[in-house]
């Protein structure tokens, strides 16, 4: 799979704070990408750059192949976490207007629009000033202006912060069909959960620097603590083998006995010996949930 | 150039649509038309419900009684003093009837005072006339008891009114009249215009500024756009926004003053007498509207109106960069006056320079104030009607043009760090980091 944006070696400083130190983040063409890190990170400096919202003091980022200019903006979508539009204009009036500024032709924008607002339900709201609006209707309005003009790229700054669970499926469902059509996305969240649901890979962003990157599956793998859990007959207890394990207090609201492995003991060994042991029903094993990972290598 | 064209017609059209612009623009020409006519409406007011109130006369001398004429308001009863005796009785006696008593001393030739008693405060209008019609009357009493012949006559035909006619040159020793009250009035007015325009749609490009900032919109536009073109997009919508009031403002004032003159005209014609009650006879009117007209005719419009094009051009520029640049470094339009009250101060400063210019427009104060960029809007109008030296008319465009191109681009590179800077106080120091 070929890089759709290639972030290389970035830096950016604001007042002698270091936002971005050397930060290089790579994001396949039509891949669901996650950039995590907690408040301050440096999430949002790095999507700036990305937007051509402000340069880098060095480094370069590509996009397609060739380095990010002006041109790209009609590629680029961005929904920023603090959402904003004018209060005081038309819905209609307001989708079109960003989506030229896009550029995209008026006519253009118009048809798009329209079949956006019928998917969402708003046509009747088309002509309402967006104060008239609820906040959840404004998000929509807000999320089709983002996206209307078909961009490649589209970055999305906590997308579900402020919607309801029925409308954030429903946003769920438009950002993957919109990925199943080619769009490359890049979200940028701590909601750990919606990261394990739709992301493909990560870069997590710790005091300015890439602290992890890779495939959601991956990273998962090579942070397993060798725990498994295994499901033994009813009013068995598990018998103690230091050599092969350790057994772990229950997870709360799970029955399941949880045992770590010792270090360099294979899970084939110790399932042979339970299985001579115990009467097993069934065994998996645990792996590290991307919230433990985050808070993990966030505090570790 | 397309997205700045998208966005100055969006900041257009979002503000004409306004209700308060729709508002504003028909109710200012209504509000100056009120403003103009108090004075009028007031003294009809005053004259219309009123009763007449009587004011007896009490004359010791027994020659000026009656030289109190009636007015609309008062009627003046001469009485003689021996009929009246003591004033305040008398006053009393009349039980209300009577607003005031004015008492004639006998020895009023040489003191020439007259004293008015009432148990109310007299009135202004009344005191005046009084006064007015006794002087008169004894000052001629006066002249006739030297007993010269047609001494009257003489003083009037002695009474000299200089005119004084101000007449330029041109090169070639070809004469203009000119007239100093016009040239004065033309510079002030367009002085006051620069002043309230620049003052009034700046301070509506900062609320702008800010108000997109707090909608937290900016980032999604800068997102399409270079900073760089929401400022001017802003600046220059907003400009076109001012234009098209003026315009409106324009039309309206011209239509109301052509009906206006239409009716005063006809029944100025129509009813000479009319003028002349109001206390010049008909030929002195129309011998004074053909001078005014003469005097407006004398400036040279195309020469004023093109500078002050210019200048207004310039001026907007410079203070309108300003206040987009203050109002991005801040977070809301309450914290925006540490910013703003530098900027008004000096546009104050420089109307009270352009009102001291009048007096001596060549003057020092009048010439530097004139070449320096951020008053010359202003204090240049006034001068412009009193033919400003070549060089220092281009020293102070030049001077202006590339103040207000710099301004510009100071104010760009404060707006494009303040837009997306949140929940910080920010001062004039730190704006100096930004520039930087």
Redo the contacts between chains.
């Keep these: 799979m070929e890089n759709f944006i290639e972030v290389k070696d970035v830096v950016k400083q604001y007042?002698g704070h270091i936002a971005l130190d050397h930060v290089s983040v790579n994001v396949p063409q039509g891949c669901i990408y996650g950039l995590l890190g907690p408040n301050g990170a440096g999430k949002t400096s790095l999507i700036?750059i990305i937007?051509?919202?402000?340069k880098p003091d060095s480094g370069t980022v590509t996009i397609d192949g060739h380095p990010i200019s002006?041109d790209d903006?009609a590629n680029?979508g961005?929904l920023?976490e603090?959402?904003?539009?004018?209060?005081?204009?038309k819905v209609g009036e307001q989708i079109v207007?960003?989506a030229?500024?896009?550029g995209m032709s008026k006519n253009d924008a118009q048809r798009e629009m329209l079949q956006w607002l019928e998917r969402f339900d708003l046509v009747e709201w088309r002509d309402k000033k967006l104060e008239a609006l609820s906040k959840g209707m404004q998000q929509k309005v807000?999320f089709i202006?983002t996206v209307l003009h078909k961009p490649r790229l589209l970055i999305f700054d906590e997308p579900f912060s402020g919607f309801d669970p029925v409308n954030a499926d429903q946003l769920k469902v438009e950002i993957l069909r919109l990925n199943e059509e080619g769009s490359t996305i890049l979200f940028s969240t701590h909601n750990m959960e919606s990261v394990e649901a739709v992301c493909e890979r990560i870069s997590l962003i710790n005091h300015s620097q890439v602290v992890l990157e890779g495939r959601v599956d991956e990273i998962r793998q090579q942070h397993k603590k060798n725990i498994i859990a295994v499901d033994l007959q009813k009013d068995e207890v598990l018998q103690p083998c230091d050599e092969l394990f350790t057994q772990l207090p229950p997870a709360m609201g799970n029955k399941e006995t949880l045992i770590r492995l010792n270090s360099g003991v294979a899970i084939r060994d110790a399932i042979a010996w339970l299985n001579e042991h115990h009467r097993l029903n069934g065994f998996h094993e645990i792996l590290p949930s991307m919230h433990e990972i985050f808070i993990e290598t966030v505090k570790g | 150039m397309e997205k700045l064209k998208l966005i100055i017609a969006r900041e257009y059209m979002s503000m004409i649509g306004r209700k308060s612009f729709i508002v504003m623009t028909i109710l200012m020409p209504v509000l100056m038309i009120l403003i103009i006519s108090i004075p009028f409406l007031v003294g009809y007011l005053n004259d219309a419900g009123s009763d007449v109130e009587k004011v007896a006369v009490i004359d010791e001398t027994g020659r000026y009684g009656s030289a109190i004429s009636n007015t609309d308001l008062f009627e003046f009863i001469p009485m003689r003093a021996d009929s009246v005796g003591n004033p305040h009785e008398f006053y009393q006696k009349s039980g209300g009837d009577l607003a005031a008593v004015v008492v004639i001393p006998r020895d009023v030739d040489s003191t020439a005072q007259v004293t008015i008693y009432s148990e109310n405060t007299i009135n202004v209008v009344m005191k005046s006339h009084i006064n007015n019609a006794l002087s008169d009357t004894i000052t001629r009493a006066k002249l006739a008891s030297y007993g010269v012949p047609r001494l009257q006559q003489m003083i009037q035909e002695s009474t000299v009114q200089v005119d004084v006619k101000s007449v330029k040159w041109d090169e070639a020793g070809g004469e203009t009249e000119t007239s100093t009250e016009t040239a004065m009035v033309v510079g002030l007015v367009l002085a006051l215009l620069t002043y309230m325009f620049v003052l009034m749609y700046g301070a509506m490009i900062m609320n702008g500024v800010i108000e997109e900032k707090t909608n937290r919109i900016v980032e999604v536009i800068v997102s399409s756009c270079k900073p760089f073109q929401l400022m001017m997009g802003k600046i220059i919508g907003v400009a076109l926004v001012g234009l098209t009031q003026l315009a409106i403002w324009a039309i309206i004032m011209g239509g109301i003053s052509m009906i206006a003159g239409t009716v005063l005209g006809v029944s100025a014609l129509s009813d000479p007498t009319a003028v002349s009650t109001a206390g010049m006879p008909a030929e002195a009117v129309n011998m004074d509207m053909a001078e005014m007209w003469k005097a407006l005719m004398s400036v040279n419009y195309g020469y004023i109106l093109s500078c002050f094009v210019l200048y207004f051009i310039g001026g907007y520029l410079l203070y309108a960069a300003l206040f987009a640049g203050f109002g991005s470094a801040v977070d809301q339009a309450s914290d925006a006056s540490q910013f703003t009250t530098p900027i008004i101060l000096i546009m104050v400063v420089a109307l009270y320079a352009g009102m001291a210019c009048i007096e001596n427009p060549n003057g020092p104060m009048a010439v530097w104030c004139s070449i320096i960029p951020f008053t010359s809007p202003i204090v240049m109008m006034i001068r412009l009607p009193y033919d400003v030296p070549f060089w220092q008319l281009s020293l102070s465009i030049v001077l202006l043009f590339s103040t207000a191109a710099g301004m510009v681009w100071i104010a760009a590179r404060i707006y494009r760090t303040g837009i997306l800077l949140y929940g910080k106080k920010t001062n004039f120091k730190e704006i100096m980091r930004w520039i930087k």
Excluded: F, S, W
Aim: net charge positive.
């Design positions: 007042d700036r937007n051509l919202i402000t002006e903006v680029i961005y920023p603090e959402r904003g539009l004018y209060k005081k204009m207007y960003l030229r500024l896009k807000q202006a």
